[in-house]
């Protein structure tokens, strides 16, 4: 099987690496000129710690762990307050036993996929155009102007997908805007940092937070929920301008938020990773057309509210695989699509459910708010070291064992190539 993947970010190398091992050819095409190394702390929970087992990577992704303390919240003078440390082997912290960056884990992935026969990584290159997607095949042209013909198309080039507009009728994918943008950075570690997930409640809806990372830096995040619609819009069309744009709002927007926001607003243009994101959700009637299927964000980004947008890649990358195994030579993936999206979408819909009322709670706008909202903190930060509530909220489980009712079918044609 002749395979074309869109997007070599979490979902489409581990795509990759299980279909290369069930016998496929695989070319990977990204539009970044090298592998983004860009974004933060990501959960792997549950039966994504199973797919990384399969690849042999666990200690891999034990190795990367960013050796965070634990979170804890600072208040209005600086000082930290209500901590939540990382309990050994348990899930009763913010901070996870297999916490990694984004970056991180997209590389681990790249560099076991890269290695495998018949594996074909092209960067700087997009599809230009689907130009016919039938019984028969997908033809494509790329951007460096050549047709090529494949019996699968994976568009796994994130949220905002080029693929899928293409592929799919817009009634067909709607965008649920969670009303909150956030804008992560790296800066330089000074002295006085610490290993802890620090988050700050700024008034007006605002947040900052740092964290350590195993690469000697510090991570910064902004994040804010508007609380008019015209702020609503500017922040909008910023997601759609470029760097400089961006930098200019979160100046404008953030430089009287209180604590560090200086030091960080200062540190912000020279960081070799800004990234701006909408908070949105996708969500598709269908995931696949044909011979086309959507894959990770593209088809069911869940957003970092969820903490579950990686572990949904990797789940989904090796589902599609197994069921994509048990094809005959040269038959239509039609019923593998449709059966893999059959086993997975009851599992995304649930993890899709994020409670409306959620982030804004999370982003006090008023000052009698914040303090609710950190006496509230500051009770369940000592509660949580006691064990009848550890057990209450299942935070005894180890990450591996808190499956959230999610166990992966069992893919023996594919497992046996492993
Ligand atoms: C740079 C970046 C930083 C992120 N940081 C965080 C974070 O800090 N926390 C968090 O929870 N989530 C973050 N995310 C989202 C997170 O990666 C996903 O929720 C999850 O890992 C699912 O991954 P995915 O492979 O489906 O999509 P993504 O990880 O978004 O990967 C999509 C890939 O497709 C590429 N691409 C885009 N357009 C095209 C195109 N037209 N043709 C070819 N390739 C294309 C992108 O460059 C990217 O490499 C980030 C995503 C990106 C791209
Ligand atoms: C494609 O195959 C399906 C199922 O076998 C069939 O119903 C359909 O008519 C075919 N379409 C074309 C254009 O051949
Ligand atoms: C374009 O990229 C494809 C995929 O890597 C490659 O096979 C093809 O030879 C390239 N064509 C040109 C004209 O560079
Ligand atoms: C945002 O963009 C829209 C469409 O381009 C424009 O009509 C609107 O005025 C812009 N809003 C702001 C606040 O710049």
């Given at each position: 099987m002749r395979v074309l993947i869109s997007g070599a970010g979490v979902a489409g190398p581990t795509l990759a690496y299980f279909l290369s091992k069930a016998g496929a050819?695989?070319?990977?095409?990204?539009?970044?000129?090298?592998?983004?190394?860009?974004?933060?702390?990501?959960?792997?929970?549950?039966?994504?710690?199973?797919?990384?087992?399969?690849?042999?990577?666990?200690?891999?992704?034990?190795?990367?762990?960013?050796?965070?303390?634990?979170?804890?919240?600072?208040?209005?003078?600086?000082?930290?307050?209500?901590?939540?440390?990382?309990?050994?082997?348990?899930?009763?912290?913010?901070?996870?036993?297999?916490?990694?960056?984004?970056?991180?884990?997209?590389?681990l992935l790249w560099e076991a996929s890269r290695v495998q026969p018949n594996v074909e990584y092209v960067f700087d290159t997009t599809i230009k155009e689907v130009l016919s997607n039938d019984n028969a095949s997908v033809k494509?042209?790329?951007?460096?102007?050549?047709?090529?013909?494949?019996?699968?198309?994976?568009?796994?080039?994130?949220?905002?997908?080029?693929?899928?507009?293409?592929?799919?009728?817009?009634?067909?994918?709607?965008?649920?805007?969670?009303?909150?943008?956030?804008?992560?950075?790296?800066?330089?570690?000074?002295?006085?940092?610490?290993?802890?997930?620090?988050?700050?409640?700024?008034?007006?809806?605002?947040?900052?937070?740092?964290?350590?990372?195993?690469?000697?830096?510090?991570?910064?995040?902004?994040?804010?929920?508007?609380?008019?619609?015209?702020q609503k819009s500017v922040w909008q069309n910023a997601s759609r301008a470029g760097r400089q744009k961006q930098e200019e709002l979160v100046r404008e927007e953030f430089v009287n938020a209180g604590w560090q926001a200086k030091r960080l607003l200062n540190a912000m243009s020279k960081a070799p990773d800004f990234y701006f994101q909408a908070i949105q959700q996708i969500k598709m009637a269908k995931w696949s057309n044909n011979r086309v299927i959507c894959l990770g964000d593209t088809a069911y980004a869940p957003t970092p509210l969820t903490g579950m947008g990686t572990s949904l890649a990797l789940i989904g990358g090796y589902m599609l695989a197994g069921e994509l195994a048990k094809l005959q030579s040269g038959e239509h993936p039609r019923s593998a699509l449709e059966t893999y999206e059959k086993a997975l979408r009851p599992f995304v819909e649930q993890t899709q459910q994020v409670p409306g009322i959620v982030p804004g709670v999370a982003h006090p706008d008023t000052a009698w708010k914040r303090w609710l909202l950190q006496t509230a903190l500051s009770t369940l930060s000592k509660a949580a070291n006691q064990p009848w509530i550890v057990k209450l909220v299942g935070g005894d489980k180890t990450a591996e064992q808190n499956t959230e009712g999610f166990e992966l079918p069992l893919y023996e044609d594919l497992d046996k190539m492993l």
């Open positions: 050819r695989v070319t990977v095409i990204e539009k970044a000129p090298k592998l983004l190394p860009h974004g933060q702390n990501v959960d792997i929970t549950g039966s994504a710690i199973t797919v990384i087992k399969k690849m042999g990577l666990l200690e891999q992704v034990k190795q990367y762990h960013t050796r965070e303390k634990g979170t804890q919240l600072i208040d209005p003078k600086g000082q930290p307050f209500a901590p939540f440390p990382v309990k050994e082997d348990t899930i009763a912290s913010f901070t996870s036993e297999f916490e990694i960056l984004r970056g991180d884990m997209a590389k494509v042209e790329l951007s460096n102007g050549s047709i090529q013909e494949y019996d699968l198309l994976v568009a796994a080039d994130g949220q905002w997908s080029k693929v899928r507009k293409q592929c799919f009728q817009s009634n067909d994918v709607s965008v649920v805007d969670k009303g909150m943008y956030v804008v992560y950075f790296t800066v330089p570690r000074l002295e006085e940092d610490n290993d802890w997930w620090n988050v700050y409640f700024g008034l007006q809806s605002r947040i900052i937070t740092l964290r350590p990372d195993p690469h000697g830096t510090i991570r910064a995040m902004f994040t804010i929920m508007p609380r008019s619609e015209a």
